[in-house]
Antibody, heavy 120, light 113 residues
């Protein structure tokens, strides 16, 4: 059973960089045709796709965030990471990591989510 | 504004059936059989309930079913139970690569009366 777990600071100051890591267990991050994704959800709102990475290192980002987002992967640690720079209060949200099937276009495994608050 | 349109809320009584719609275009829902549905309880991560329009992952109750007609996909929950009260999101493949070929609906809050 694949499991994903987000980790990182729960509080980030405005203008700083938000950094989160997703650790994958129960399977290799390098196996299968999967994309490793980040999705966020502001309180009381819907899901917003941030971006994803394939184990080859190929990335896709939401255009609205592209100038501030970097997603990377460390296959040796079975982890992938998110960096979001120049954060503002609008970036306050629950951040989820998830596995995305590149064949059938669905998110089958999700992390439990981590709340990141941007505040001074 | 979300790419896929869902009703903000639906409600039903225990034992009844309800249907949640998800309307897109021929570039997403109508053009491909890659519609998925997610259930999200408060404070929890979304959970995959339906994929490829009508397939259920192992462990998902057969009270949940999916279908599609034209540009509208639907999630039907039969024999409503209190535990079904949650938010439901649809998602679809889209020919647009803007968002990684995936679009979400805005979500529907299901209330079990």
């Amino acid at each position: 059973q694949v499991q994903l777990q987000e980790s990182g600071p729960g509080l980030v100051k405005p203008s700083q960089t938000l950094s989160l890591t997703c650790t994958v267990s129960g399977g290799s991050i390098s196996s299968g045709s999967y994309y490793w994704s980040w999705i966020r959800q502001p309180a009381g709102k819907g899901l917003e796709w941030i971006g994803r990475i394939y184990t080859s290192g190929s990335t896709n980002y939401n255009p609205s965030l592209k100038s501030r987002v970097t997603i990377s992967v460390d296959t040796s640690k079975n982890q992938f990471s998110l960096k979001l720079s120049s954060v503002t209060a609008a970036d306050t949200a629950v951040y989820y990591c998830a596995r995305f099937s590149g064949y059938y276009y669905y998110f089958d495994y999700w992390g439990q989510g981590t709340l990141v608050t941007v505040s001074s | 504004q979300s790419a896929l349109t869902q009703p903000a809320s639906v409600s039903g009584s225990p034992g009844q059936s309800i249907t949640i719609s998800c309307t897109g275009t021929s570039s997403d829902v109508g053009g491909y059989n890659y519609v998925s549905w997610y259930q999200q309880h408060p404070g929890k991560a979304p959970k995959l309930m339906i994929y490829e329009v009508s397939n259920r992952p192992s462990g998902v109750s057969n009270r949940f079913s999916g279908s599609k007609s034209g540009n509208t996909a639907s999630l039907t929950i039969s024999g409503l139970q209190a535990e079904d009260e949650a938010d439901y999101y649809c998602s679809s493949y889209t020919s647009s690569s803007t968002l990684g070929h995936v679009v979400f609906g805005g979500g529907t809050k299901l209330t079990v009366l």
